[in-house]
């Protein structure tokens, strides 16, 4: 109970969204914005609830006029199993409040109008979440699937590429079917400004993967995963393969022959501690 009540003094809701209720108010449409809200507030309780759960550390919940955000301070390194139960914790949510409202309809808790409206705004907002692209809840899963097989730099840089060109389509698609619907133009530029920012930033969320891989909590890999590095590979070379979810050990191939094998964490010493930036993978076989 404490931590679903220290859930809800994480919500803020965003200045933009008090302006929307204000008009709500003026233009009689109040209610329809509070079901909207609601709804919204429900699905990112459900991916702090599961954050919590597995004691991710939250940052904030925020409310916005066109959805939600709740801001983990995690990075990459947690399980991927856990990840994807905090990705879908989220629509799983529109599935009890769905059967919730259908049961209230049929002993006449509610109004057949706010029911349809109800379940058109729920079905909107879990399909729409569920898109392939980046920061929606689709865009994660993808990023998730991605990062079973790829490094966690390649990974990224795919699920942007999938996203921007899946966010195209359905541009296209506004277009085409309603072009004059102001309020999804405004989502569709804050995703596209998102997933231009992300790529901007994509160096920066890599180096912070590896810090936290080094510095922040230790978690359970869920497998050793071996990475054959050539002897004149750079450093930064064999880190840009690490991927999430595994521990990495090195080892170091001259010729077709291993001349060593290195732990991760020495690499990562390496190049944040010792600041080798430069160095080649073999010079550090004869550091360790």
Known sequence: MNRLFNLFRLVHIHPLLWLIIALSIITAHFWEVCLLIGIIFIHEIGHAAAASFFSWRIKKIILLP???VAEMDEHGN????????????????????????????????????LYQL???????????????????DGGKLVFLLLSLKNSFTRAHRITLVISLFSLTIFSICVILAAPAHINVWVVIGY????????????????????????????SNPDELVPILA???????????????????????????????????????????????????????????
């Open 118 to 136: 109800f379940i058109q705004y729920n079905l909107m907002i879990l399909v729409f979440n569920l898109f392939p692209v980046w920061p929606l």
């Open 191 to 218: 995703l596209f400004f998102s997933i231009y920012y992300e790529w901007k930033q994509r160096r920066f969320i890599f180096m912070r993967f590896l810090l936290e891989r080094y510095y922040g909590n230790k």
């Open 66 to 68: 066109f959805g939600g």
């Open 230 to 288: 050539n002897e004149e590979d750079l450093l930064i070379q064999v880190l840009e393969r690490f991927q999430r979810g595994c521990k990495h050990p090195i080892v170091v191939e001259a010729d077709g022959q291993q001349k060593g094998t290195l732990d991760e964490n020495e690499l990562l010493h390496a190049y944040f501690t010792e600041k080798r930036l430069t160095d080649k993978i073999s010079d550090l076989l004869f550091l360790y």
């Open 78 to 113: 947690r399980p991927l199993k856990e990840e994807a139960i905090v990705v879908l914790a989220g629509p799983l949510q529109h599935v009890w409040i769905i059967a919730a409202a259908s049961v209230l309809v049929t002993f006449n808790f509610l109004s057949e109008d």
